[in-house]
């Protein structure tokens, strides 16, 4: 097993964690560098089955804590997620019953969810190498369709990272299926911070735990 290396974390990790600062502060960004920022956190996943025909598909790829650190953090997004649903309902009515998966939630929703992660993700660099675990990444299956069948077939993947204009990483790992344990909770959970409105309604999905195998730093720099 190997670890996320030091250039892939400067712009995937602490990038976006920094990212997410600005947004906390309120700082002002065309829509267009908002999306730009997003490409951080939503890389390819590629799969291939037994036959190696190749499938390519974005997902929301996270970061996970040590083990150590992962019942806290879950504690802590059940009384985030709670405490956001409560406001949600006085903002909409007690008898708003709210969704389970939001695709376009409001800012205020998106801050409270960033201001979280920050606190229980997203650290300075001291506290990071403490409390993630770098040589894993993690995501949930969606579907169940294409992806779900190649990983069953073959667990060996790529995942390709893009920032515009030229930063291209790809982590080459071994998927590890988790329908149940802490890191399926710990991730679903902060997928919900970012999806979720109604914890209750929560489609708990399973986790990909992707082993890091190599990283590959394929980016074209200005000379």
Request: glycine fraction near 8%; proline fraction near 4%; include cysteine.
């Amino acid at each position: 097993m190997s670890r996320l290396t030091d250039d892939f974390l400067a712009n995937f990790y602490y990038g976006l964690r920094e990212d997410y600062l600005e947004r906390v502060k309120g700082e002002k960004k065309p829509l267009s560098e908002v999306f730009l920022g997003l490409t951080r956190n939503n890389p390819v996943m590629i799969t291939c089955d037994q036959h190696l025909v190749p499938n390519g598909a974005v997902k929301s790829v996270g970061y996970i804590l040590k083990k150590q650190y992962l019942q806290e953090a879950i504690g802590a997004y059940d009384q985030f997620l709670n405490w956001r649903w409560a406001k949600i309902q006085e903002q909409m009515g007690s008898g708003y019953e709210g969704q389970g998966w939001v695709y376009s939630p409001n800012p205020a929703f998106i801050v409270d969810g960033l201001r979280h992660s920050l606190e229980y993700i997203y650290f300075d660099r001291k506290e990071a190498e403490k409390k993630v675990n770098f040589e894993v990444l993690g995501t949930l299956e969606g579907f169940g369709k294409k992806t779900w069948e190649n990983v069953r077939q073959n667990t060996k993947a790529a995942i390709v990272y893009y920032y515009p204009p030229g930063t291209h990483f790809q982590v080459t790992c071994t998927v590890e299926v988790q329908k149940s344990g802490l890191v399926r909770e710990f991730i679903n959970r902060a997928a919900c911070a970012a999806h979720g409105e109604n914890p209750a309604k929560w489609p708990w999905r399973t986790a990909y735990i992707f082993h890091v195998e190599e990283v590959l730093d394929k980016s074209v720099y200005p000379a």
